[in-house]
């Protein structure tokens, strides 16, 4: 099983800062990762899925990158509305596994 | 606009059995296939189980194999997790969603349905 690992466990950034968040696979896993968000309460949400690719209305302010291990999702400029938590999830390989999550607060 | 909507959750005792649905409506459902994902009170999202859109192919994450088994009927837009022998360590939120054209990756989640397993 490929284990996910998303560091930091959490993250305070003021409104209108840069975050970046960290994902890394115990295996290479190519290009094959997604991103997701979740607030409290609601559904995963796709971000970015093929490690860089937007998905269906995703605001330009979310990019992903990496390829192999090691992967980032960067927001470029915090909204009030993307203070959530963050998942990767690995579909190289079955079994498909997520990290453990980046909870972005504010600061 | 795509809808995955779940059914079948609750309070079950341990060792006890229970079935999910998931009704899917806006898009060909026969085309894709589905998946479960659950959410442990406070914790992370674990993948559970995927089917094919043909339903020839499923597979299961080592913590619910051999007890729990996901099925289809694609003329109902339904797909279903029939879980057998629960216990405490499957009291989860249960989301239904749908894999990308590819099976790779989920593109759309249901809201997910509550189980708790609990004497």
């Known amino acids: 099983e490929i284990v996910m690992t998303q560091s930091p466990a959490t993250l305070s950034v003021s409104p209108g800062e840069r975050a970046t968040l960290s994902c890394r696979a115990s295996q290479s896993v190519s290009s094959n990762l997604a991103w997701y968000q979740q607030k409290p309460g609601q559904a995963p949400r796709l971000l970015i899925y093929d490690a860089s690719t937007r998905a269906t209305g995703i605001p330009a302010r979310f990019s992903g990158s990496g390829s192999g291990a090691e992967f980032t999702l960067t927001i470029s400029s915090l909204q009030s509305e993307d203070f959530a938590v963050y998942y990767c999830q690995q579909y190289n390989n079955w079994p498909r596994t997520f990290g453990q999550g980046t909870k972005v607060e504010i600061k | 606009e795509v809808q995955l909507l779940e059914s079948g959750g609750g309070l079950v005792q341990p060792g006890g059995s229970l079935r999910l649905s998931c009704a899917a409506s806006g898009f060909t459902f026969s085309s894709y296939a589905m998946g479960w994902v659950r959410q442990a009170p406070g914790k992370g999202l674990e993948w559970v189980s995927t089917m094919s859109a043909s339903s020839l192919n499923s597979h299961y994450a080592d913590s619910v194999k051999g007890r729990f088994t996901i099925s289809r009927d694609n003329s109902k837009h339904t797909v279903y997790l029939q879980m057998n022998s629960l216990g405490v360590d499957d009291t989860a939120v249960y989301h239904c969603?749908?894999?990308?054209?590819?099976?790779?990756?989920?593109?759309?989640w249901g809201q997910g349905i509550l189980i708790t397993v609990s004497s």
């Open positions: 969603a749908k894999n990308d054209w590819n099976d790779f990756y989920f593109d759309y």
